[in-house]
């Protein structure tokens, strides 16, 4: 098969389009042609090595796939042979404690796709038959593979970690991205006023067209001081934190009495500062999330096929420009998803 893969850590030159072995399954595992693989910053991690995750090299990234059955192992009993399936981009124990509890974005042992074994990048990839999802006939496999991260992640945030309500305020930073544009179609969903905020006007267009009723471009205005303005100097119930950094810092600051902050990354800056007093004396919380269930994926891969949530996708590419794929993420041109098509 084909793979697009890297032999050592470093800068896009390190991609390489190139032939690979085909991957035989396991007993309980199914081989899968690849039709679509989204891409995550994680990618970008991996590959130049800042992760600090130690990968079997050479390596093909790749969490989020979705394609068609090709083959079963022996012991695979619940599908057929071209059945339309993604696997959910992680899996867990099953057994540990913190996986019975229903925390399996916890599990120790848990496992995931272009991290822990072979990723999308590739025309076929095995995967354990238990983490299939069947794809809905109205989804396609671009919308499949772009629907697992963005959507689960800002879901689990918005709904199992803040526990947003409908009519309070959110302010959602970094709207362009995958979950930024995720989180402002949950968010509409529910009925939550957002602001939103971008580096570029045309980003912040289309955050208004999704539900967005105030943007502000951080480029040229002072995030902090214009969502006090538009607050009335209240400050708003929920931020939606994946930047950190300053941006960590301003968002508590721009958090209402009793406002939530819930973060799911901080590339800007591990360890911004916080002023405890000021988190005391608002009664403010700053809510951890990481990733999310497997039922919330179920959850969200069944929103999209009723239509309630979209998968935004920014640009498909073919499997030998994964490179290319990737610059457009570094470079943060993308308002939503960017795919690869194997
Ligand atoms: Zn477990």
Redesign the pocket.
């Known amino acids: 098969m084909k793979a697009n893969r890297f032999h050592e850590y470093g800068g896009l030159e390190v991609m390489r389009y190139e032939d690979a072995p085909d991957p035989v399954p396991n007993p309980d595992e199914v081989v899968i042609r690849v039709r679509a693989c989204g891409l995550n910053h994680l990618d970008l991690d991996l590959r130049d090595g800042t992760s600090r995750i130690p990968l079997e090299l050479p390596f093909i990234s790749g969490l989020e796939i979705a394609g068609e059955i090709v083959e079963l192992g022996s012991g695979v009993t619940d599908y057929r042979m071209g059945e339309r399936v993604t696997p959910t981009f992680y899996y867990?124990?099953?057994?540990?404690?913190?996986?019975?509890r229903k925390r399996?974005n916890l599990?120790?042992?848990?496992s995931m796709f272009g991290v822990f074994r072979p990723g999308g990048y590739a025309e076929l990839v095995t995967a354990p038959a238990r983490t299939l999802m069947r794809i809905p006939d109205n989804v396609s496999f671009d919308e499949a593979a772009t629907t697992q991260l963005a959507f689960g992640t800002a879901f689990h945030m918005l709904i199992t970690r803040a526990q947003v309500r409908e009519g309070e305020s959110i302010l959602i930073q970094a709207a362009g991205s995958g979950i930024g544009s995720a989180a402002i179609q949950i968010a509409a969903q529910i009925g939550l006023k957002i602001i939103a905020t971008a580096g570029s006007d045309e980003k912040l267009r289309k955050a208004e067209a999704m539900g967005a009723q105030y943007t502000i471009n951080y480029k040229r205005e002072k995030m902090l001081d214009a969502v006090m303005d538009y607050t009335d100097g209240k400050g708003v119930d929920i931020v939606f934190e994946h930047v950190g950094g300053e941006v960590f810092t301003d968002s508590v600051h721009a958090l209402a009495n009793w406002g939530r902050l819930v973060t799911c990354g901080a590339h800007a800056g591990e360890a911004p500062k916080i002023d405890v007093v000021e988190l005391f004396r608002k009664e403010a919380s700053i809510i951890g999330s990481y990733t999310c269930s497997l039922f919330e994926l179920a959850q969200v891969l069944a929103l999209v096929e009723l239509g309630k949530l979209k998968p935004v996708i920014h640009q498909t590419l073919p499997l030998a420009e994964a490179g290319q794929a990737q610059q457009i993420i570094a470079n943060r041109e993308q308002f939503g998803k960017v795919v690869l098509n194997p």
């Open positions: 867990s124990c099953g057994v540990c404690d913190l996986c019975r399996e599990c120790p042992q848990r």
